[in-house]
């Protein structure tokens, strides 16, 4: 956990000799001191992929050497992404009625664990307006039916533009965003699914797991794509079951597993450990 | 581990009230003394399932009393299967040329692990036939080709039968038997696929794994059906993998699981511990 | 999960032949159908223990059934201890200001995973007053120090006799109970301890840990008795720490693992599956 | 896997500013290309950890680029080691009877996992002679007697010598070595405990554990010291187990835990990933 404030830069592109050298040397110049650095090399497709972090100089805004290193690193032919611990981004939580992530992921916040502002909650459902607001977060009821998906969505995203939501995290949301609020939105947007993807795919999972008789459940927290369960995996999990279990203890046992592996894929998200690449991600934890 | 001759019998059939009563009574009566014993409900179809292990009576020979078992759980109107623990089965090892799953269950054998007997290895190719024989195990190389296979699986049909084998293990044979063999066979034949079923059936699982971008790679033992990877799943186990992992570290990683998980199914089997029932397992472990 | 009363009981005693054959006619005699059953035989000692689960017959109430059966067990020389389910037992949970395994307890409770009545919290700080209330449970205040820790305890147990608690639930309380006081209260206590017991007994065992270079930190839920730690073990589990952790992050994944472990064995006891012998327990999971 | 020769450096030493930008500088004017670099700051104590392989340039040879970085490492005041892959250290395994982690070791390196020489084993038994020479290595039978320990160990010390071993594997060899014994080795000696240290040191670790009603066994892989089971810990395991496990299930199911936990710190100890630091790893896995 940094103290004060560090720059995190994310960098990925076309691999070529002597990356490691000049990104340490620009921060060495420049007067910052790394703290961590981690880098990964596709061999396969010759890609680049690094993480490092470092308190930067005190001379100088830590803002602008920042912004410098983002130009450093576009002149290496590099996609950078920067990030300054400390300015913690906005969050909103898109829940239905099942709550056991909410008090979780929530729970997790207050006590100090995740690098962000927890600014709402957007639900189809009233059921978790209390609960909210016991937490001291706004809650958002905006109904969805078939036919008003659209508008419920378009209020969504008017919501997440006014509070400047920079990551959404579908904590059981049971409802499919559209490829258009996804494209709109144009941010990060994590989801549970509870099943070791790719087994057990769209609804009812536990149900499948059941009826196949597996002898381990799963879940999985990927980003959302347009298509549903096909976004790049974040984390996964697993826990032992037995011919004991019928689907309501499944049920039960996964709801442990959905917390755990939604709540550690966030906490990476937010340490700006993840990079996204052809549908993979690569996760420097 | 029975030091003892004990009786291992396995029900199943449907629920009635008061099994369990009578089952134990019976033993009781005839002068067993039970050592373990263990059940399982199915509540939506009504299905009862039992594993008992008892002592019998010094009176009377051991087999006759587990004939008469047999006899009793029949007019229970259950499915009855009763052992001799001492009484080993007879084990047919069917590999290809890779070998860790083959030396993993002979040396577990060989300390003790398993109550059988492991009487010849069969194989494709002759790449095991000199570590077989130091083992001190008959080694038979039965060539595949795709016309000939019907003759090859004839040959292997026969060897099965004159030695009296009771349970083949696909140690990674890379083979598919057909339905014509298992059904000829009619005996357990168990196989390890290397992946978390029903994920990524068929070839290649672990590129698969990698292509996909799946944060565990998995393992699964099942009973060979004629639908490949389709057989009812014994076990299953999974390891964490991460980005750094080539499909070939995969592949490394991937063989303890893939020993791991065949070697305890294997031995569940041999310890009369599983029910098949509806392409489920009941294992009672 | 029982959806009507059923009667769970669990035995313990000297072995002897037949045990299981009575139990089961006794309840099939009287009507019963047994659920499930489950029993263990210590070789060594010579000790049988069983746990039963059945659904009374509806010919006479479900407590004098409950009580012939604990005469019935009593006159074959057995510990018999019997529950009703749907007659919850009253739960007080004991903390101090650490409060990840006090919102994992109630929440779960009031997701209907524990069969039980949390009647009130105590405590030795004003921390958790709100939340408490907030979750509509009861809260008391009551500070320890050290001169008046006798007059603390008083006060305790006065309260648990009054609201006639049947548990107490030790979640991170930081505090230890007295001998008289264990043995005034007379019913179980379970604490969790944050450590891989007998490893890092005593204060602070995430400094120990780290101290000692262990690459897995664990924790232990036991019934508390007068030798701190040193109870019987209900539950562990560890968790991977490596080099990169910290004593803080060492904590922060340790209220993961305290949190799971303290609620697994909360419920395993609720649902009467602990039996306890010589400093150990047997769980019937 | 390296596939050519690569050049692989530890270093650690107080930590200083810069340090990542001179290393992967100077390798970078050299000609050299990183493969893999990972690095580690102890806060608390102010010391730098850093592994780098890289693929050395190819005007000149490996082994004087692998001297001047040596040379370089030194001038920046850090302790300094380097390794080629493709030069295969020389590994001797002390064994007694008992035979799992023998056989896992050396099928593991005949399977290509490990980058060494298994150039002998040596026991204090004869027992596993005709293994060792099925698998075509050199035995040394040098039996112990508490007289004439200090001559065997001065035989096994001439041999060591002799053979040029660069590493000491006990698997489960079952005896203490001497604070002589290691002084005068002065090279690597990995031993494997059965007990998730530091619980249950010193002897029979399964029966302390079965006496204490742990619900979970461990293994532990350390480098050896003059303090029997007080060396730096390389890697831990756990299994879970129940009341039903006797001791001698214990030590069954102990095995594959020592087996997986031994084979792993063996691996990462070939492929220069440890490094050694008041007592405790730095394991750059």
Known sequence: MPESANIVALLSGPDQRGLVAKVSSWIYEQGGNIIHADQHRDQ???VFFQ????SPSEN???EEQAKAFEAFGDSLGMKTNVAISGQKPNVAIFVSKIDHCFHDLILRWKAGEY???IKLVVSNHATLQNSS???GIRFFHIPISKEKKPDAEAEQLALLKKEGIDLVIMARYMQILSSIFLDTFGKPVINIHHSFLPAFAGARPYHQAHHRGVKLIGATAH????DLDQGPIIHQDVARISHRNSVSELTRKGRDLEKMTLARAVGWHLENRILVYENKTVVFD
């Open 44 to 46: 396969e497709e010759g």
């Open 51 to 54: 993480r490092v972090e470092w």
């Open 60 to 62: 100088g805004s830590v």
């Open 115 to 117: 690098p962000c502002e």
């Open 133 to 135: 607001e016991q937490y």
């Open 223 to 226: 980003y959302a794509t347009a």
